[in-house]
């Protein structure tokens, strides 16, 4: 026996909008439903029997009495594409009868098996399926116990919680059923490529629906993830099929079944900051050099980061979606693998794109920002395409400066001695971050024309006043020029403050007195042993090269 409410509402539609239908007729199918019975009518007369539509009556639960259903408006709709609902089920519908001057005649022992189709109202049940013979009930049948399925008209709608992962039904989206479980073949496609998504949930409703079966199961499982394009700066997205089995309700259904899939970025990446540089100094430099306005009014910051992928599935690593966050905005990482080129000559190792990073692996390099004057960086943060946060590293309390300059060289009593140094006068720029230091070789000697005279350098200073001189070897101050380069090793301290433009190292002589000197003490030349430093640096238009801190033998006791 199957209960087919929906089909009546359509019928009743149908006769509406044709316009031609009695309205008791309309009442009863707005207001009921229909019971198809599959029936088999046997004669047990030793004798033919003949059957008409009015040979059959329903008695529901209340004790009232129905006739076969037949459509009295046959003209206007017809009486299969009454039951259109019905057959899409795939349900073979075969009326007794169609009309009501239908008949049927069975011989002794001959049945038939038909489809008997009656109209009741809404809020009874079918109790009794009988057989009349001109008012004289001669058999009937108790439906108490007959299975009973139900029609239902269910449109499946799928969701998911991520605008990067989709959930769509591989078939047609309205199903037509008088089953009572559904399989729905389902497929994902997730978009997202720069972080592994956990499927946490897959589930259905209205309530009286439920999922008996997912298979594969991917609950708690990782989708594999989209194919990340550096051109596009997205996804293709990569595909999977789910099949889920469906209980439907034990009753007449019309309407939405919603099927959803929640999944979550389980957090995947551990990053800090190890050293935070503000590079107000080369956005100085490159206004000088014809920079756009902007430069006057900008810093650089400079961060080196190091990164920990944990993740359940290999993704792309894209650097372009690093961001950091200040008290003013956000601003892009500039070295993306898209970015327009710049050059810093504070990054040294900038952290490149990177097409596939597996569980465990560490990213280490440098990221860079113009900001602002006046903004204070607060944390660097790595978003994926949805703009989901999957690493936040606050900026260490303690920022370093980054400082570029030119050295120049001046002696203040040029007429008794001359003073040049390495690195060379103007040519070449010297760059590294406060904390850090670096060394000049550095060479004095009176002019010949003061051979007889005894020149004393007598103090040595930095301008600006910002830089400090960490080390003289051997000490100069104090010393005897000679007409033959007198050497010495000063080592400088990078400012606590960005600095671009020009260091000038003074170097003050006197004459303290004119004898004759007949043996003047040998001055060895001091050479700087180390040219490693990481935040160090010169720079010429060829070449650079990294510089660091001299170490050198003090021999002052030789002179």
Do not use: W
Request: glycine share 6%; hydrophobic share 35%; proline share 5%.
């Amino acid at each position: 026996m199957i209960i087919d409410r929906q089909d009546a509402v359509q019928l009743a539609n149908s006769l509406t909008q044709s316009g031609v239908y009695s309205q008791s007729e309309l009442n009863s199918l707005q207001n009921g439903y229909f019971v198809i019975i599959k029936a088999s009518v046997t004669n047990n007369e030793a004798q033919n029997f003949t059957l008409y539509p009015s040979s059959f009556e329903l008695v529901t639960n209340n004790g009232s009495v129905y006739s076969y259903f037949i459509l009295q408006h046959s003209s206007s709709v017809s009486y299969y594409y009454s039951f259109n609902s019905l057959l899409n089920t795939n349900y073979q519908l075969a009326p007794l009868f169609l009309t009501a001057t239908e008949n049927i005649t069975l011989g002794y022992q001959v049945t038939a098996n038909r489809d008997l189709i009656f109209l009741i109202p809404l809020n009874t049940t079918p109790s009794t399926l009988r057989v009349v013979d001109n008012g004289k009930i001669i058999g009937q049948v108790s439906l108490v116990n007959v299975t009973t399925d139900y029609l239902k008209v269910i449109k499946v709608n799928t969701f998911t919680n991520d605008s990067e992962v989709s959930l769509s039904l591989n078939s047609a989206s309205t199903i037509y059923t008088i089953n009572d479980t559904i399989t729905l073949s389902l497929n994902v496609q997730n978009s997202e490529g720069l972080m592994p998504l956990t499927v946490t949930k897959i589930g259905v409703y209205p309530s009286a629906f439920s999922i008996i079966k997912i298979s594969p199961d991917i609950v708690n499982s990782t989708l594999t993830p989209g194919q990340y394009s550096v051109v596009t700066g997205s996804s293709f997205p990569r595909s999977q099929n789910v099949i889920i089995l469906v209980k439907l309700p034990n009753e007449s259904y019309n309407g939405n079944v919603n099927v959803f899939m929640n999944v979550t970025y389980k957090p995947s990446f551990q990053a800090v900051v190890t050293q935070a540089i503000n590079d107000r100094a080369e956005a100085l430099l490159q206004y000088s050099q014809g920079g756009p306005g902007q430069l006057e009014v900008s810093t650089y910051l400079v961060a080196n980061l190091s990164i920990m992928y944990n993740g359940s599935a290999s993704v792309a690593f894209n650097p372009g979606n690093i961001h950091l966050v200040t008290n003013k905005g956000i601003y892009s990482n500039l070295y993306g693998p898209t970015s327009p080129f710049i050059y810093l000559y504070a990054v040294t190792n900038h952290i490149p794109y990177i097409n596939t990073i597996v569980n465990g692996q560490i990213i280490q390099g440098q990221v860079a920002f113009q900001i602002p004057l006046g903004a204070k960086p607060l944390y660097i943060i790595y978003v994926s395409e949805n703009n989901q946060t999957l690493f936040s590293a606050p900026i260490p309390s303690k920022i370093y400066n980054f400082s570029i300059f030119a050295i120049n060289y001046e002696v203040n009593n040029q007429s008794l001695a001359y003073v040049y140094g390495t690195p060379y006068h103007f040519i070449s720029y010297v760059y590294g971050i406060s904390g850090g230091n670096f060394t000049i070789n550095l060479q004095a000697y009176k002019y010949s024309y003061y051979q007889n005279s005894i020149v004393e350098v007598y103090n040595i200073s930095l301008s600006p006043s910002i830089f400090e001189i960490l080390s003289i070897s051997p000490n100069l101050i104090g010393r005897y020029l000679n007409t033959s380069p007198t050497y010495c090793n000063i080592t400088i301290g990078f400012p606590n403050q960005s600095f671009y433009g020009q260091l000038t190292i003074n170097v003050y002589v006197k004459i303290v007195g004119n004898v004759t000197i007949s043996n003047p003490a040998y001055i060895q030349k001091i050479q700087s042993k180390s040219l490693l430093n990481e935040k160090v640096g010169i720079k010429n238009p060829n070449t650079y090269y990294m510089i660091g801190s001299t170490t050198s033998r003090d021999i002052s006791n030789l002179a």
